[in-house]
């Protein structure tokens, strides 16, 4: 028998639907033209595809909701607490776990605690709000992505990989006594999806250890970086997604983790830590402000469906199954012409928008005039990772300095879309693709100065 339903199939069926909207082309273009050109601030039933974001937007499943029911919404020391500490603490090894409400929580009470002004964090990549949650506390996020991350083309298994060369430079040179956090994405969103192979991570641990600096995770993507290491990393094909994620949490001296991708739930996120002192002054500051430290912001419910999701998401048919949806969408977004960073990761697949509208320069935004298009010929919603997110602009908001790219994400919820939803996105980026000028490009109107991308304004170039 050469048909494997394991190999073939996810595995789960449909169980409780929602609808989604279908909007002729005049109603896009009104919906575009009143959300300011800007997908964040379109309505969800203006959506027919939300490729958006990953974060919160998964399917749960029955056993999550049958645990649900159970939630103990006592405000100390409920039962639910105790369930997710325990799934938690098997999961990482820390003999300290702190919930919060979402993985940006964490940052602010985590680095609260742990940096001090003028301290550098060193990551492969930082996510958008750690980044910002570095710099609210004083210190710098600084960014050391291995070589290959920005050879999109390149085939390398490992481009989320921190350049290990020049983290040892930096912790050996005249910066390296203001380290104060060697901080590891994975898998790095900011830059593709990419995954950490387990020996980058062993060597930067190693190489933080040596300079007496905390080693620690921002692993919102643990169960996905652990598939991908079992699928690419030698050595690994006969470890289980589960046994390579624990290995990944005894590297660290700790992590912050938002469960609103792999934790399968819509909400929540949690701090792991070994030291107590740590422990201790993020408990304090947690409890002031994200809620007392057996709920930290979380419902009952909430904390129950997650010790449930922690686990369900290292099944290795659930990932292979995700994982393959994911690659079968590169190819068919490949084979309509369109480029893709290679290789495909799992939550995410970013397209060079550079690269399929050459005729837009920078400074008319061919990320987002691709997002955007997506949205007005498909009803496609997605952001761009370039020069409206990352670029330099002026008073006047005029670009001075580009991305080094012009991507943009579609990020793909998890046990939402059906195999059917993917190839409609393709055929539509497929479209775009016969005729690529017919993309216009765009110009600010307005902007706020912080985390620009979320709330800017917009018009189309004729
Ligand atoms: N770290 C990473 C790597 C992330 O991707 C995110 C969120 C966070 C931290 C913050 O967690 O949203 O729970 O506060 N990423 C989402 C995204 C928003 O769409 O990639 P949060």
Not at 102 to 127: D, M, W, Y
Not at 211 to 221: C, E, I, M, S, Y
Not at 402 to 417: D, H, M, S, T
Request: glycine share 8%; charged share 20%.
């Amino acid at each position: 028998m050469t048909i494997d339903p394991v190999t073939m199939l996810p595995p789960y069926r449909i169980k409780v639907v929602e609808p989604i909207p279908f909007l002729d082309a005049g109603q896009r273009r009104e919906a575009m033209a009143s959300a300011g050109y800007n997908p964040f601030n379109l309505r969800a039933d203006q959506v027919t595809i939300d490729l958006l974001s990953d974060s919160g937007t998964g399917a749960t499943s029955a056993d999550q909701e049958a645990a649900a029911a159970r939630g103990d919404e006592s405000y100390a020391g409920a039962r639910s607490w105790f369930r997710f500490r325990e799934e938690i603490a098997d999961l990482t090894g820390y003999p300290h776990v702190l919930p919060v409400h979402q993985g940006r929580a964490g940052e602010r009470v985590l680095f609260g605690a742990l940096l001090k002004p003028g301290q550098i964090c060193v990551s492969n990549t930082h996510f958008d709000t750690t980044h910002a949650n570095v710099e609210l506390v004083g210190a710098q996020a600084l960014d050391l992505p291995c070589p290959e991350a920005l050879d999109f083309d390149s085939p390398a298994p490992f481009k989320g990989n921190i350049d290990l060369d020049r983290l040892a430079e930096v912790l050996a040179g005249p910066d390296g006594k203001r380290v104060g956090l060697v901080l590891m994405t994975i898998t790095n969103n900011g830059l593709g999806a990419q995954p950490v192979s387990m020996a980058n991570l062993a060597a930067a641990a190693d190489l933080a250890r040596r300079h007496g600096v905390p080693f620690f995770l921002d692993a919102a993507r643990f169960a996905e970086n652990a598939w991908l290491v079992s699928r690419r990393e030698a050595g690994y094909q006969d470890w289980t997604p589960r046994a390579i994620a624990v290995r990944a949490f005894e590297l660290a001296d700790g992590c912050v983790v938002s469960l609103k991708k792999d934790g399968l739930s819509s909400i929540g996120a949690f701090i792991g830590l070994r030291d107590a002192d740590l422990h201790a002054r993020c408990e304090a500051n947690l409890i002031a402000t994200e809620g007392f430290s057996t709920y930290g912001g979380l419902a009952g419910h909430d904390l129950e469906r997650l010790a449930v999701g922690v686990r369900e998401v290292l099944e290795p048919a659930y990932l292979q199954a995700r994982a393959a949806a994911t690659a079968r969408l590169a190819q068919m977004i490949n084979d309509a012409g369109v480029a893709t960073v290679q290789p495909a990761g799992v939550h995410a697949l970013y397209l060079n928008a550079g690269r399929l509208l050459p005729h837009l320069p920078a400074e008319r935004f061919p990320g987002h005039a691709l997002a955007c298009q997506l949205y007005l010929d498909g009803g496609i919603r997605c952001a761009e990772l370039g020069s409206l997110y990352l670029g330099t602009m002026d008073d006047d908001h005029r670009l001075v300095r580009p991305a080094p790219f012009e991507l943009v994400r579609l990020a793909i919820p998890r046990r939402v879309y059906a195999e059917e939803h993917l190839r409609y996105v393709a055929a539509v980026l497929g479209e775009i693709a016969k005729d690529p000028e017919q993309v216009t490009g765009y110009r600010i109107v307005s902007a706020p100065a912080v985390l620009r991308h979320f709330k800017v304004r917009l018009e189309p170039l004729r």
